[in-house]
């Protein structure tokens, strides 16, 4: 199965994109299509204000601390329009819009001052960072605001300019959010531009890019490193995961359900770092499934601009297409839908919350990327057994094993082949950690100091000691 591409249906018209709401399936506003050839002038402008923009660290800090109290007093007019393209519940989309002025605030305040070279040679070295030039930053529909900003936040702070490119599924929200930081910055110092491939594509090759930084699949994530060749640009790839829970045999089921059941269904399963896969000791398989089953079916299913929705609806139709495939070939494979197992019958790309058992290890459920609100359950009967099926994957973003006893859990959790591992939580990131997904699911580092230093690069001076 190859991951979808999402450029096929938000449509164009006269160089416009028609942005859908996912929960009625019907257009409900238009974005600017910008054609590729229009990146050439936009990319000249981000390198011109790049060269005032990289001067002053204060006055970046002080910018940047100002969009992010404007980002904050916007919440309430940009979180329905971002749930009304995008469909998550409305307090996702205000903890989104949170995330992203808590990040800016966050990169404000680190400072890659100038640091000493001692080796015991007489001579003084001192390494200071230095910026990079325009970056372009590319993300997917899951979370618009929050990937962009941990795009944009790094890059601004070192003294970068960023051109940001939006999935043509979700430009609304990225749209107001860039007028709204506008104000606070200079011209031309955070560009977003909104329009169908191949405007990615050109904005990944372009020549005047020093770094590519580009959240989404494995393989538009293979096809921007190829671009990005031509210049020879820093890349950054965070990309796919399928993340497996494993559950020990001294899990407490009833009491870790609810965390273990939204680690995998929060924003309809639409998160790379979801739990994507539950291995269960084949003792309390049944409890395990039944438990994960009674939350799917009493999740209250809705438009996310509903005050009791706690799932919406996917964001698009080929993501629906998609899981609905993975979901009918895992029956066809012999699973059983313990919960759901259909999409619903109502407008809008809404899909069952879906729990299936007894699904084979090899049904492309398991092996791949679903990216919806499906999670797979499979007994074990070795520890060893659970730890190798759950590093047997091209993937490697995250991983969590849920148990009673700590010790034992964490050291399950060293065995994980991935970037972060947790003990009876998942996908919980802190702004001061790194962000690195193994194998496939990405390269290079970002969050925290990390984030920051991939948007830098080191300039060594050396003179002479006493000198
Ligand atoms: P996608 O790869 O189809 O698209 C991502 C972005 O790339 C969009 O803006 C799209 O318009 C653009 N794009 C498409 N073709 C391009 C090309 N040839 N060159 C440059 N840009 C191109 O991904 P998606 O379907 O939008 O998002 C879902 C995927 O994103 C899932 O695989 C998910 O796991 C991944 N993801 C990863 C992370 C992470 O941090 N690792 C976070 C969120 C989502």
Not at 66 to 76: F, I, K, R, S, T
Request: proline share 8%; with cysteine.
């Amino acid at each position: 199965m190859t991951t979808q591409r999402c450029h096929s249906t938000a449509g164009t018209s006269g160089g416009r994109l028609t942005v859908l709401d996912p929960a009625t399936g019907e257009a409900f506003a238009e974005a600017p299509g910008r054609q590729p050839d229009e990146l050439d002038a936009v990319v000249r402008r981000a390198h011109d204000a790049w060269r005032g923009w990289r001067t002053d660290r204060g006055v970046r800090t002080t910018a940047l601390l100002a969009a992010a109290d404007a980002v904050e007093a916007a919440g309430p007019r940009i979180a329905p329009l971002l749930t009304r393209e995008q469909g998550k519940p409305l307090a996702e989309s205000f903890a989104e819009i949170a995330r992203t002025a808590a990040r800016l605030r966050y990169f404000a305040a680190l400072d890659p001052g100038p640091r000493p070279l001692r080796d015991g040679r007489p001579v003084r070295s001192e390494i200071r960072w230095r910026s990079l030039g325009p970056v372009a930053a590319i993300v997917p529909w899951n979370f618009p605001l929050q990937l962009a900003s941990a795009k944009f936040a790094p890059a601004l702070a070192a003294g970068n300019t960023v051109v940001l490119k939006p999935s043509p599924f979700t430009p609304l929200a990225t749209l107001l959010l860039g007028s709204v930081i506008a104000d606070a910055l200079p011209t031309d110092v955070l560009t977003i531009v909104t329009g169908h491939e191949p405007l990615g594509a050109r904005l990944a090759s372009h020549p005047g890019i020093r770094h590519v930084t580009f959240t989404g699949s494995i393989p538009t994530g293979r096809a921007v490193a190829a671009g990005a060749v031509a210049s020879l640009g820093r890349v950054t790839l965070e990309l796919g995961g399928n993340d497996a829970a494993v559950l020990l045999e001294d899990v407490e089921v009833e009491r870790i359900a609810d965390r273990l059941f939204w680690a995998a269904f929060r924003n309809c399963g639409q998160v790379c770092m979801a739990v994507k896969r539950v291995y269960a000791p084949a003792r309390i398989y049944a409890d395990v499934v039944e438990a994960l089953a009674q939350r799917a079916r009493s999740t209250v299913v809705g438009s996310g601009l509903e005050p009791d929705t706690e799932l919406g609806p996917v964001n698009n139709m080929p993501q629906l297409a998609r899981v609905e495939r993975c979901t009918a070939q895992a029956l066809a494979d012999g699973a059983r839908a313990a919960a759901g197992g259909h999409r619903l019958d109502r407008p809008g790309y809404f899909h069952a919350p879906t729990i299936l058992a007894d699904v084979p290890p090899d049904s492309p459920v398991v092996t791949e990327e679903q990216f919806g609100p499906v999670l797979p359950v499979l007994p074990y009967r070795s520890l060893d057994e659970a730890v190798e099926a759950a590093n047997g994957t091209r993937f490697g973003l995250g991983g969590s094993v849920w148990g009673t006893d700590l010790d034992r859990a964490e050291a399950v959790a060293d065995r994980l082949e991935c970037g972060t591992a947790w003990i009876n939580h998942h996908a919980e990131l802190s702004l001061a950690q790194p962000f690195a997904g193994v194998k496939e699911s990405g390269v290079g580092v970002a969050g925290g100091p990390w984030g920051l230093y991939g948007n830098l690069r080191p300039f060594v001076v050396h003179r002479p000691e006493g000198t």
